[in-house]
């Protein structure tokens, strides 16, 4: 199955999940999100880095260099406080969302309002 | 800066370090370094447009703004065809909008030269209701008035004429220090004689103005009496250019109107009186002779510690005293009668000025505005085409925001880089018409491109680009939302078969075509009218004949030739001089010229009694030979005869059929008498129009006024010595057919140095110059409000062609198509060009009802045209279609071009 195409509001959603279990940078948040999905959603590398910024300015995430494991200078992201908020409404608003349109994809014909009738005596 | 230097080495590493990651697994899982390495850097994507998105991120509006703005300059580089048309279609409107503002700025706006100008005024004499006022001048008892009753204001009289006066520098006898370098001995004891504009001031003057001469000093008020010491104030450029900055000049005697006077003061340069002068007298004001009649102003400081209030008050009580209210007729309240009002100055300096000027500044702001109308559909064809470009970088970061923004800066780019070549303009445009705005103006400053002139012409550029920008850039961000994704493929799908697109915001742009050229017809319809004023000022019948004749001023304001016998000798001797050259063929003297403003007078009928009411008209001295040299027609009665100069003669007169017209209302004047100053004149004849600058009343600026002319020998000294502290009179030469204008000039040279030494000639002109100089404020009002009215023309023209084109362009598919099924190329060409005509003639209808407003708002500078004048209205309607016609086959006609064939192949 071809990985869906993100919304730029569900991307930040998954990034502040991701540095929230563990600090991380760029590309392993990556590996994070496309692990976490068990490979269903591969983040557009493009779209991961100003988002990152972009959070990061916003103070939803705070990036600090550190070294990596394989012995490199990387920076690392971590989910501050506000983020953590950010991150419990973003939440609530997905699930909202995706069960307002599970309701519609269940829909029978049982559920459909009744029609008006044509010519009453 | 340096912390956005160090945003950018870490975004740096941080790209670099992810690839390198990737690059790793890549090889972890078998790929090669080298591959590895390639397909990171491909999945990664474009790294410049990530690295724009995260700036954007993150940095402060105003660096991206800056960004943006370079951005926008490089994209100006690279499109030289659009960037070219762009900028002189700016810099033309920008430019032109820069120049009326240094004008305005140097008219209205910019303060006076003066310390505190703001607490300066000019006091008149002022009749009629508030809003219909006219500022009149003071005579002498009124300003002993106000200068007893108000201690609120600091007053000063003065003259607000200048004289031309002669000017004799160095003693006679008493080589100059230049002439003594001098070989020619015969010069040696010829001193100079020049002739220069002398302003009459009282003693205060020159320090209710607040400006102290930079040598030496004012008047003092032993000076300012009649019979006073004459002194005299020299103007820094005079004291310059005459007395060659001499530091020792004070206490030098020079000769001034035949009289010595004694320097006492230079001014200081760059200091501008209420006038141009360059040399400044006591006024020495009385309440006889010149300060019987209204001949003076009052210049007046508010006090320190006073109000305007307070002034107000006082001036409204010494008013009530010097002019006693006038009786109420039965049941109506009197209106205000005579009374004294101050005027601020700086209002009183620029009160003709201020409508026409008003009315240029809109004129730019319209051709601005049909400029901006032009560039925003350039805009809008070129945002169709980044259509994908957009739609990238929406897609990578922010939403709309960035883009607009990126547009706007681009527009601001534009803008700014337009309004310097505007300003570049505006300033070889205000050199090129200097000289005659400043003549026409009356400027007290300078025009100049100084620091207000830029910060508005920069303030215009922004708003321009806003104005041209805003509308493309929201329209291409939508484009962009819409163009990633389903909607996207769609759109270019539809395109693709080539509907017009209200997808590139041509709708807009073709409704702004109506106001273009509705603006267009007010503009046009408005300079119409004021060349139509100017021409008809121009070809009013003068009266005379005005080929082959020259006009030489020369001032008689000289003590040398105080009476009127002395006068009369020179005149006498002088035509008898003139008459001998070979250059002449006839000459004359009269006291003002045709198309020049005469002495105004009262009289009284002789018949209607010593207290019957006081009339105006204008009074000429004349030769006997005036009329003929002119060759204005004695319509009745005779001419003036050498004889009536005789002083045993009656005193005769000659009045002209305005006159007749006038105060006879078709009775004939004929030997009737004229009661002027207490002397009776018997009239004698009637003479043709002879047209003038009018100096009362209600009359158009150049005009048939009535008017008397009396031969000089019958005149009183002091009226003598009177007028020609006011007027010059001129030497008027008919030249033989075969001599040059430079043999006439001699000629009247050398005659007047035989008869008059020492009385320069002050200007020689011909009647044309004559009358140029007389309507050079209308000859200007029209000449801008036409080019101008030709660049929105010209503007309208571009923009509608460029409408045509582009639909051509867009629909060239669909119209092959069409010319492939059978349709003919005509058909083509109207499909495309009716609409766009149609839209012009709904602005034509537009601008044909908002005409008639422009012809409102002129009616005050409009003469012998009437405001709603249909002729023109219909003229500028019809006009503007043909140039709409023109301007819209020329691109349709690229139809022609248009291979069906290939139309058809490529769908």
Not at chain 1, 77 to 100: C, I
Not at chain 2, 104 to 112: E, S
Not at chain 2, 183 to 212: I, K
Not at chain 2, 720 to 745: K, N
């Amino acid at each position: 199955m071809k990985p869906a195409d993100l919304l730029q509001g569900t991307l930040d959603m998954l990034i502040l999940k991701a540095v929230s279990l563990r600090p991380l940078h760029g590309y392993g948040v990556l590996l994070r999100i496309q692990q976490l999905s068990r490979n269903a959603l591969e983040v557009q590398q493009g779209s991961l880095y100003p988002a990152l910024h972009r959070l990061a300015k916003a103070k939803l995430i705070s990036a600090e260099w550190g070294v990596s494991d394989n012995g490199r200078r990387a920076k690392f992201y971590s989910l501050t406080p506000a983020g953590e908020h950010r991150l419990e409404s973003e939440r609530d608003r997905w699930r909202r969302t995706a069960s307002a349109v599970d309701r519609v994809m269940a829909a029978t014909v049982g559920d459909l309002p009744p029609e008006p009738r044509g010519e009453e005596a | 800066m340096a912390r956005r230097s160090d945003y950018e080495a870490e975004l740096d590493a941080e790209i670099r370090h992810h690839m390198e990651l990737h690059a790793e697994d890549l090889e972890a899982e078998g790929v090669s370094p080298a591959e590895a390495r390639r397909q990171a850097r491909q999945r990664f994507g474009t790294v410049d447009a990530v690295k724009e998105a995260c700036r954007e991120a993150t940095e402060p509006a105003f660096y991206a703004v800056l960004r943006d703005l370079r951005h926008g300059f490089a994209r100006l580089r690279r499109r030289p065809g659009f960037t070219a048309v762009a900028l002189v279609t700016l810099a033309v409107c920008i430019g032109a909008n820069s120049a009326i503002f240094s004008l305005v700025d140097a008219v209205l706006l910019r303060p006076l030269p003066y310390p505190e100008a703001d607490r300066l005024a000019r006091v008149h004499t002022v009749a009629g209701p508030r809003g219909d006022t006219y500022w009149g001048a003071i005579d002498g008892r009124s300003w002993e008035v106000v200068r007893d009753g108000v201690a609120a204001l600091e007053s000063a009289p003065f003259s607000d004429w200048t004289t031309g006066v002669n000017l004799v520098t160095g003693d006679i006898g008493e080589p100059t220090a230049e002439q003594s370098d001098a070989t020619d001995a015969a010069q040696v004891t010829t001193p100079r004689v020049t002739h220069v504009q002398q302003q009459r001031v009282g003693a205060g003057f020159f320090s209710v103005l607040g400006v102290e001469p930079t040598l030496g000093r004012s008047f003092l008020a032993a000076e300012d009496r009649p019979g006073g010491p004459a002194v005299v104030v020299l103007s820094h450029a005079l004291w310059r250019d005459d007395f060659a900055a001499d530091q020792d000049v004070l206490g030098r005697r020079v000769t001034l109107r035949g009289e010595p006077y004694t320097v006492v003061g230079v001014m200081p340069e760059g200091f501008r009186s209420t006038t141009d002068a360059e040399l400044w007298t006591p006024l020495r004001p009385s309440t006889q002779g010149e300060g019987g009649g209204a001949n003076y102003g009052i210049i007046a400081r508010l006090a320190p510690d006073a109000s305007w209030r307070q002034a107000r008050s006082q001036l409204a009580a010494v008013s009530a005293g010097r002019f006693p209210a006038p009786e109420a007729a039965d049941g109506e309240t009197a209106g205000p009668g005579r009374r004294l009002a101050a005027r601020p100055l700086q209002e009183t300096m620029a009160a003709d000025m201020r409508q026409p000027l008003l009315i240029l500044w809109m004129t730019v702001g319209g051709v601005l505005l049909i400029g901006c109308v032009n560039l925003a559909g350039l805009l809008l064809a070129q945002g169709a085409g980044r259509r994908g470009e957009i739609a990238t970088r929406m897609a990578i970061g922010g939403g709309p925001g960035p883009i607009v923004r990126q547009l706007l800066a681009e527009g601001l780019a534009l803008g700014l880089v337009g309004g310097a070549a505007g300003l570049a303009l505006s300033v070889l445009a205000v050199r090129a018409l200097e000289d005659h705005v400043l003549a026409t103006l009356g400027l007290t400053h300078e025009l100049r491109l100084d620091a207000r002139v830029v910060a508005v012409t920069i303030l215009i550029s922004v708003v321009a680009s806003l104005l041209f920008s805003a509308y493309p850039a929201w329209r291409a961000s939508r484009l962009g939302r819409s163009s990633g994704g389903e909607a996207g493929r769609l759109r270019a799908a539809l395109a693709a078969v080539g509907r017009t697109a209200g997808g590139s915001g041509q709708a807009v742009r073709r409704a702004l075509l109506v106001a273009q050229v509705a603006v267009a017809v007010v503009l046009l319809v408005g300079a119409s009218l004021l060349a139509g004023s100017f021409g008809h000022l121009r070809g009013v019948d003068p009266g005379f004949q005005p080929e082959g004749l020259l006009a030489a001023t020369v001032s008689l304001d000289d003590a040398n030739y105080d009476t009127s016998a002395k006068v009369d000798r020179l005149l006498r001797t002088s035509l008898a001089q003139l008459e001998t050259s070979g250059a002449v063929e006839a000459a004359a003297v009269g006291l003002s010229v045709p198309y020049e403003r005469p002495l105004n007078t009262s009289f009284r009928l002789a018949a209607a009694g010593p207290d019957s009411e006081l009339r105006t008209t204008n009074l000429t001295y004349v030769t006997a030979g005036y009329f003929d040299v002119l060759g204005t027609p004695v319509v009745a009665g005779r001419g003036l005869r050498e004889a009536d100069g005789q002083p045993a003669a009656t005193p005769a007169a000659l009045v002209n059929r305005a006159f007749a017209d006038t105060f006879f209302e078709g009775a004939s004047p004929l030997d009737r008498t004229l009661t002027v100053n207490g002397r009776d004149w018997r009239v004698v004849g009637i003479v043709g129009n002879l047209i003038q600058r009018p100096g009362f009343g209600d009359y158009e600026p150049v005009a048939a006024v009535p008017a008397m002319y009396v031969p000089v020998a019958h005149l009183s000294d002091e009226m003598v010595a009177l007028v020609h502290g006011w007027f010059s009179p001129s030497w008027v030469v008919r030249t033989s057919g075969a001599s040059t204008r430079e043999a006439a000039a001699q000629a009247i040279r050398e005659a007047l140095r035989g008869t008059a030494p020492g009385l320069p000639v002050a200007s020689l002109r011909t009647f044309g110059e004559i009358r140029r100089g007389a309507l050079r404020f209308q000859w200007l009002l029209a000449v801008l409000m036409t080019g101008l009215a030709a660049i929105a023309l010209l503007l309208t023209a571009v923009g509608l062609a460029g409408l045509v084109g582009g639909t051509v362009q867009e629909r060239q598919r669909a119209l092959g198509i069409s010319l492939a099924l059978g349709a003919t190329r005509s058909r083509a060409v109207r499909s495309v060009v009716l609409p766009i005509l149609g839209l012009t003639a709904v602005g034509l209808a537009l601008g044909a009802a908002l005409g008639p407003l422009a012809g409102r708002l002129l009616r005050g500078l409009l003469w012998g045209v009437s405001p709603d004048s249909l002729v023109t209205l219909a003229a500028v309607t019809a006009g503007m279609l043909a140039v709409a016609l023109a301007a819209a086959l020329v691109p349709a006609l690229r139809i022609a071009h248009i291979d069906p064939a290939r139309s058809l192949r490529a769908e």
